[in-house]
């Protein structure tokens, strides 16, 4: 299923990001809300892995559920002290509604040609994310 296209405001740098850009590349989203105790536990190893990863192959990219959010100030300061990867900022729930997120966190796995590879729910296993990722890579 090819991915839906969308372009969202970065949440901590001007600027927006449209998804079609990287076509050609393998993009990895991942979104959260900064109450979420599943997040505070997944988004400190995506951040290794981002560390780690080709940026000229892989595009990732974390998306704040901001209709999720409590309050305004909570994703600017959960992304301020843990993350350093680009941070979007979805309008309400729009884009997480477009991808069918069922919960928090989301990631999703785009290949290559913009097909949308894997789509891992709250509960998944980190180890299974990589995987399917380096079957990507591949």
């Known amino acids: ?9 970065y949440l901590n740098q001007e600027g927006h990001y449209t998804l079609s850009e990287d076509l050609g590349k393998i993009v990895i989203l991942t979104y ?5 105790p599943d997040c505070s536990v997944d988004l400190p190893k995506k951040e290794q892995l981002y560390q ?3 940026h000229q192959e892989v595009k990732m990219l974390t998306v704040n559920v901001t209709g999720r959010e409590r ?6 300061q959960f992304t301020n002290k843990y993350l350093t990867q680009p941070t ?3 309008k309400g729930t ?3 509604d477009l991808y ?7 990631t999703v796995l785009i290949d290559k040609k913009g097909n949308i590879h894997k789509q891992f729910d709250d509960q998944a ?7 399917s990722l380096g079957e990507l890579l591949r």
């Open 1 to 9: 299923m090819l991915a839906p296209n969308f372009t969202l405001p």
């Open 32 to 36: 959260w809300a900064s109450w979420c």
């Open 52 to 54: 780690s990863l080709d």
């Open 71 to 76: 309050n305004d100030s909570a994703a600017k």
């Open 88 to 90: 979007l900022a979805d």
């Open 94 to 96: 729009e884009i997480y």
């Open 100 to 106: 069918k997120c069922k919960g928090v966190p989301t």
């Open 125 to 131: 296993d980190f180890m299974q994310i990589i995987a």
